[in-house]
C-alpha cells in the first residue's frame, strides 16, 4: 500500500503562504487520484482540494475561496497545496490523502473514498 508524508507546515503570520507537499512511496501515475483535507481543533475533516493522478481535472469545494491550489508532479510521485493569504482560521492539521483510481479523470471528493492516508503537518496562522 502507498504510504504518503506531508511536509511543509508550520507557524506563520495573517497574509502569508505555504506550500504543502505530499511524498508518496509508489508511484502515482495511473493508480491514484490525490486529496488534501484539513481538521481543526474540535472539528471535522474537511476536504480542500482534489487532483486526478493525470492533473487534468481539479475540484475545490464551494465552500473554499480561491486561495489554495493543488498540482500534482508525477515524476517526483509528489502532491502539492499552495495556500496564499493564509488565514488565522486556517489553523488545522492538513493531511493529503490517495484515492485508488486508474481513471485520468476521477478524483474523489469526500473522505471515505479514499483509502490511504498521511500524517499529517499542522499549519498555525495568527494574526
Known amino acids: 500500500q502507498v504510504q504518503l508524508v506531508e511536509s511543509g507546515g508550520g507557524s506563520v503570520q495573517t497574509g502569508a503562504s505555504l506550500r504543502l507537499s505530499c511524498e508518496a512511496s509508489?508511484?502515482?501515475?495511473?493508480?491514484?487520484?490525490m486529496g488534501w483535507f484539513r481538521q481543526a481543533p474540535g472539528k471535522g475533516r474537511e476536504i480542500l482540494a482534489a487532483?486526478?493522478?493525470?492533473?487534468?481535472?481539479?475540484h475545490y469545494p464551494d465552500s473554499m475561496e480561491d486561495r489554495f491550489i493543488i498540482s500534482i508532479d508525477n515524476a517526483k510521485n509528489a502532491v502539492y497545496l499552495q495556500m496564499n493569504n493564509l488565514k488565522p482560521e486556517d489553523t488545522a492539521v492538513y493531511y493529503c490523502?490517495?484515492?485508488?483510481?486508474?481513471?485520468?479523470?476521477?478524483?474523489?471528493?469526500?473522505?471515505?473514498?479514499?483509502?490511504?492516508w498521511g500524517q499529517g503537518t499542522q499549519v498555525t496562522v495568527s494574526s
Open positions: 509508489e508511484q502515482l501515475n495511473g493508480h491514484y487520484a
Open positions: 487532483i486526478s493522478w493525470s492533473g487534468l481535472v481539479t
Open positions: 490523502a490517495a484515492d485508488a483510481s486508474s481513471d485520468s479523470y476521477y478524483y474523489g471528493v469526500a473522505e471515505y473514498e479514499y483509502d490511504y
